[in-house]
């Protein structure tokens, strides 16, 4: 089956250690994207990748970092520089093709708790 | 300024009854493409509906319909005989540019709607 997957479901942290999420998608999808959500706060964009070897910036890029090595792949990690880290976070990926929607794909998401 | 606005923290509706989510949305692009997804309690996002802002008619997927009134830049999701399995968060979305909507583009997501269907 295709589709998105984001490990753990699940994930602790110390305060101060730095964290990778992954996200795997076998979708052949061009685009990934990592999500942030708060409660009440809706989805804020952290990172996102159009093609491999190649990342913009999001709203909220401070304190996380992305590699994309493989097209698969778009691992995100938490940095001990991020202040407030413990949230939901989503992976999603779209195609690049017409005509539209060309809709985002979303993962099960990983929740982050720091103690 | 928000992109995306979404003025209903919480709405409650009777099964089998039809329920309006409202959307407002800023740009200053001509093109964009309007999108509604779905948040369970599970967490995931699913996708719901799609209106591209050249499409001359209102979106529908089974239940869903998607009231778009250009002029006011709206683009109400409207659920029509709500069943117990519609209560989720609801966000409203969008992406700009391209030729009719169709890029990779970013998307700008609402903070969303709580919506509980009641026996």
């Known amino acids: 089956d295709g589709g998105i997957t984001q490990s753990p479901k699940y994930l602790f942290r110390k305060e101060g250690q730095n964290v990778t999420l992954s996200c795997e998608q076998n979708?052949?999808?061009?685009?990934m994207y990592w999500y942030r959500q708060d409660p009440g706060q809706g989805l804020r964009l952290i990172y996102y990748s159009q093609i491999v070897n190649d990342f913009q910036k999001g709203d909220i890029a401070e304190g996380y970092s992305v590699s994309r090595e493989k097209k698969e792949s778009f691992p995100l990690t938490v940095t001990s520089a991020q202040k407030n880290p413990t949230a939901f976070y989503l992976c999603a990926s779209s195609i690049s093709r017409t005509p539209p929607p060309n809709e985002q794909f979303f993962g099960p998401g990983t929740r982050l708790t720091v103690l | 300024a928000q992109k995306i606005t979404q003025t209903q923290p919480g709405m409650f509706v009777q099964e089998k009854e039809a329920v309006t989510l409202d959307c407002t949305y800023d740009?200053?692009?001509?093109?964009?493409?309007l999108f509604w997804y779905k948040q369970p309690s599970s967490g995931e996002m699913i996708f719901l509906i799609y209106q591209g802002s050249y499409d001359q008619q209102n979106a529908t997927e089974g239940r869903y319909s998607l009231n778009f009134q250009k002029a006011r830049k709206s683009a109400n999701l409207v659920i029509s005989a709500s069943q117990l399995g519609d209560s989720a968060m609801y966000f409203c979305a969008m992406r700009e540019g391209g030729y009719r909507g169709s890029t990779l583009g970013r998307l700008y997501f609402g903070r969303g709607t709580q919506l509980t269907v009641w026996p």
């Open positions: 979708l052949n999808h061009d685009a």
């Open positions: 740009t200053s692009d001509p093109s964009y493409g």
